[in-house]
């Protein structure tokens, strides 16, 4: 069936560096993508979104890039501090605001 | 500050004993509402959509009679698991869009069940 995944389970990066977490989906209807942060027994956090008819997006610190031919998003976070350490969902919305979650991508920023 | 509040955060109760938790919007109306459940390390699956006037919608495999969900008013959803088993501990999340398109979702706190 479709669904939204992720490549990597686990991203470890020294504090100060560029963090990119990467979302592959396979709807192709959905034209809706959210990224949240979800810490540690708390609810998802909104983070950044973009829409379909959009490629790139820039927030504070971070950016989305859509790739709508491969089927491909990404989240950027521009020098990662301690306090970005969590887990990092995407989301996929096609239409109903229900949305289908991928499977996480744990961030952990070395200090 | 949170614009979704869920209350309770954490609740233990002894399996078949009945639990309720809330879903509330602060400062704005909510005409949907969605549950989702989350286990350890997983990611949210979505359980029902909320309806305020109307029956919710159970997402498929899950037990209608055992989440029965109640969206009493345009601010205020309520999920209740009833005849609670050790299973059935988990995090559980409320979220509720808003905006002129419904595609600014904010998600509650979450709380966590569970079952003795």
């Known amino acids: 069936g479709e669904s939204v995944g992720l490549h990597l389970p686990t991203l470890s990066v020294q504090e100060g560096d560029n963090s990119i977490i990467n979302c592959a989906y396979s709807?192709?209807?959905?034209?809706?993508f959210i990224w949240y942060k979800q810490e540690s027994g708390k609810g998802p956090q909104f983070i950044i979104d973009i829409r379909s008819n959009m490629d790139k997006r820039q927030g504070q610190r971070v950016t989305v890039l859509l790739n709508k031919t491969v089927k491909h998003l990404s989240l950027q976070i521009a020098a990662t501090q301690p306090g970005d350490s969590a887990v990092y969902f995407c989301?996929?919305?096609?239409?109903?605001?229900?949305?289908?979650f991928g499977s996480g991508t744990r961030l952990q920023v070395q200090p | 500050g949170a614009v979704v509040s869920q209350h309770p955060s954490r609740v233990i109760c002894k399996s078949g004993t009945s639990v309720k938790i809330e879903c509330r919007s602060l400062d704005f109306q909510a005409t949907t509402m969605f549950w989702y459940r989350q286990f350890p390390k997983k990611s949210l699956m979505l359980m029902a959509t909320s309806n305020e006037g109307s029956k919710a919608t159970y997402e498929q495999g899950v037990e209608k009679d055992k989440f029965l969900i109640n969206h009493a008013s345009l601010t205020l959803s309520t999920l209740t698991v009833t005849s609670a088993h050790p299973e059935d501990s988990s995090f559980y999340i409320c979220s509720a869009p808003t905006g002129q398109s419904g595609n600014t979702i904010y998600f509650g706190e979450g709380s966590w069940l569970t079952v003795v």
């Open positions: 989301a996929e919305n096609t239409g109903r605001r229900a949305l289908t």
């Open positions: 709807n192709s209807a959905s034209d809706y």
